[in-house]
Protein backbone atom coordinates (compact mmCIF):
# COMPACT_ATOMS: atom_id res chain seq x y z
CA UNK A 1 0.00 0.00 0.00
CA UNK A 2 1.22 3.73 -0.95
CA UNK A 3 1.93 6.17 1.48
CA UNK A 4 -0.87 8.12 -0.07
CA UNK A 5 -3.40 4.86 0.26
CA UNK A 6 -2.04 5.37 4.14
CA UNK A 7 -3.04 8.88 4.37
CA UNK A 8 -5.84 8.67 2.71
CA UNK A 9 -7.04 6.05 5.47
CA UNK A 10 -6.09 8.71 8.13
CA UNK A 11 -7.75 11.65 7.07
CA UNK A 12 -11.43 10.96 7.80
CA UNK A 13 -11.29 12.66 11.06
CA UNK A 14 -9.18 15.50 10.48
CA UNK A 15 -10.51 19.61 10.17
CA UNK A 16 -12.52 20.49 6.94
CA UNK A 17 -9.30 22.50 5.40
CA UNK A 18 -7.27 19.30 5.15
CA UNK A 19 -10.02 17.24 3.96
CA UNK A 20 -10.55 19.89 1.14
CA UNK A 21 -6.96 19.72 0.04
CA UNK A 22 -5.90 16.07 0.67
CA UNK A 23 -6.65 13.95 -2.52
CA UNK A 24 -5.87 13.35 -5.76
CA UNK A 25 -5.65 16.37 -8.40
CA UNK A 26 -6.43 15.26 -11.99
CA UNK A 27 -3.83 17.37 -14.35
CA UNK A 28 -5.20 18.94 -16.81
CA UNK A 29 -2.12 20.92 -18.01
CA UNK A 30 1.39 21.62 -16.65
CA UNK A 31 3.92 24.20 -17.52
CA UNK A 32 7.45 24.46 -16.09
CA UNK A 33 11.06 25.84 -16.46
CA UNK A 34 14.19 25.31 -15.30
CA UNK A 35 17.02 27.29 -13.75
CA UNK A 36 15.36 30.60 -12.90
CA UNK A 37 12.07 31.59 -10.55
CA UNK A 38 11.29 34.51 -12.95
CA UNK A 39 11.57 32.05 -16.47
CA UNK A 40 8.83 31.86 -18.79
CA UNK A 41 6.79 28.59 -17.90
CA UNK A 42 6.46 26.49 -21.09
CA UNK A 43 3.95 23.82 -21.54
CA UNK A 44 5.14 20.44 -20.25
CA UNK A 45 4.03 17.12 -19.96
CA UNK A 46 3.53 15.82 -16.52
CA UNK A 47 5.20 12.84 -15.53
CA UNK A 48 1.97 11.07 -15.05
CA UNK A 49 -1.76 12.05 -14.91
CA UNK A 50 -2.65 12.66 -11.52
CA UNK A 51 -0.91 14.77 -8.61
CA UNK A 52 -2.00 13.42 -4.87
CA UNK A 53 -1.93 15.92 -2.83
CA UNK A 54 -1.90 14.52 1.10
CA UNK A 55 -1.67 16.57 4.13
CA UNK A 56 -0.67 15.19 7.27
CA UNK A 57 -1.68 17.27 10.49
CA UNK A 58 1.36 17.81 12.94
CA UNK A 59 1.72 19.58 16.72
CA UNK A 60 4.33 21.79 15.13
CA UNK A 61 2.91 22.74 11.18
CA UNK A 62 0.82 20.89 8.75
CA UNK A 63 2.43 18.90 6.36
CA UNK A 64 1.90 18.62 2.80
CA UNK A 65 3.34 16.09 0.22
CA UNK A 66 2.70 15.45 -3.31
CA UNK A 67 2.95 12.39 -5.13
CA UNK A 68 2.74 11.66 -8.93
CA UNK A 69 0.61 9.12 -9.84
CA UNK A 70 -0.73 6.69 -12.75
CA UNK A 71 -4.49 6.15 -11.06
CA UNK A 72 -5.73 8.80 -8.42
CA UNK A 73 -3.67 5.98 -5.61
CA UNK A 74 -1.44 4.14 -7.38
CA UNK A 75 1.39 6.87 -6.86
CA UNK A 76 5.55 6.78 -7.01
CA UNK A 77 7.83 8.02 -4.22
CA UNK A 78 6.81 11.40 -2.54
CA UNK A 79 7.66 14.33 -5.31
CA UNK A 80 8.14 16.90 -2.44
CA UNK A 81 7.06 17.77 1.23
CA UNK A 82 6.73 21.46 2.45
CA UNK A 83 5.00 22.75 5.94
CA UNK A 84 2.42 24.25 5.14
CA UNK A 85 2.00 28.31 7.11
CA UNK A 86 -1.41 28.37 5.29
CA UNK A 87 -4.23 26.35 4.91
CA UNK A 88 -7.50 26.96 4.64
CA UNK A 89 -10.63 25.15 1.83
CA UNK A 90 -8.91 27.56 -0.58
CA UNK A 91 -5.43 27.99 -0.10
CA UNK A 92 -2.41 25.73 0.69
CA UNK A 93 1.15 27.61 0.86
CA UNK A 94 4.22 26.70 2.75
CA UNK A 95 7.65 25.81 2.06
CA UNK A 96 10.67 23.38 3.35
CA UNK A 97 14.43 24.70 4.09
CA UNK A 98 17.59 22.38 4.50
CA UNK A 99 20.68 23.61 5.60
CA UNK A 100 23.85 21.36 6.16
CA UNK A 101 27.36 23.16 7.16
CA UNK A 102 30.37 20.82 6.80
CA UNK A 103 34.07 21.89 6.64
CA UNK A 104 33.31 25.34 5.75
CA UNK A 105 30.78 24.80 2.91
CA UNK A 106 26.90 25.31 3.05
CA UNK A 107 24.92 22.76 1.14
CA UNK A 108 21.33 23.97 1.11
CA UNK A 109 17.73 22.99 -0.32
CA UNK A 110 14.59 24.47 -0.27
CA UNK A 111 10.90 23.95 -1.87
CA UNK A 112 7.75 25.83 -1.71
CA UNK A 113 4.60 25.45 -2.75
CA UNK A 114 1.44 27.99 -3.19
CA UNK A 115 -1.81 26.16 -4.09
CA UNK A 116 -5.45 27.44 -4.53
CA UNK A 117 -8.44 25.82 -4.96
CA UNK A 118 -12.34 26.97 -5.94
CA UNK A 119 -15.70 25.23 -4.19
CA UNK A 120 -15.92 23.61 -7.54
CA UNK A 121 -12.64 21.91 -7.15
CA UNK A 122 -10.63 23.42 -9.76
CA UNK A 123 -7.08 23.89 -8.54
CA UNK A 124 -3.54 26.02 -9.52
CA UNK A 125 -0.74 24.73 -7.92
CA UNK A 126 2.89 26.35 -8.20
CA UNK A 127 5.95 24.21 -6.83
CA UNK A 128 9.60 25.26 -6.72
CA UNK A 129 12.43 24.43 -5.95
CA UNK A 130 16.66 25.32 -5.66
CA UNK A 131 19.57 24.37 -4.11
CA UNK A 132 23.02 25.68 -3.84
CA UNK A 133 26.17 23.39 -3.31
CA UNK A 134 29.72 24.12 -2.10
CA UNK A 135 29.31 27.72 -0.67
CA UNK A 136 32.06 28.74 1.68
CA UNK A 137 30.77 30.12 5.02
CA UNK A 138 30.37 29.99 8.67
CA UNK A 139 27.76 27.70 10.19
CA UNK A 140 25.52 30.45 11.45
CA UNK A 141 25.33 31.93 8.08
CA UNK A 142 24.17 29.02 6.06
CA UNK A 143 20.66 28.62 7.80
CA UNK A 144 20.19 31.95 7.36
CA UNK A 145 21.84 32.04 3.55
CA UNK A 146 19.08 28.75 2.83
CA UNK A 147 16.29 30.71 4.21
CA UNK A 148 17.05 33.89 2.07
CA UNK A 149 17.29 31.73 -1.08
CA UNK A 150 13.74 30.21 -0.72
CA UNK A 151 11.84 32.22 -4.11
CA UNK A 152 15.22 33.76 -5.31
CA UNK A 153 17.09 31.16 -6.73
CA UNK A 154 15.11 28.38 -8.53
CA UNK A 155 16.26 24.75 -9.91
CA UNK A 156 12.73 23.78 -11.01
CA UNK A 157 9.34 25.27 -11.15
CA UNK A 158 6.59 23.80 -11.93
CA UNK A 159 2.81 25.03 -12.44
CA UNK A 160 -0.32 22.62 -12.64
CA UNK A 161 -3.28 23.21 -13.37
CA UNK A 162 -6.44 20.63 -12.65
CA UNK A 163 -9.31 19.40 -10.78
CA UNK A 164 -10.08 17.22 -7.49
Not at 4 to 16: E, I, K, S, T
Not at 118 to 140: I, Q
Request: glycine letters at 6%.
Amino acid sequence: MTRALLALALVGCQPAELRAWHGAIEVTSLEAAESDCAAPLAPADPPQRYLFFAVQEQSLADVATLYWCAQPTECDTPYGSVYLSRLTERAAVGDAVSAVHDVGLCDTRWTDLDARRTDAGRVSLTFRTGSAAGVPMTEPECQVFAEDLVGQSCDVVIHVEGRQ
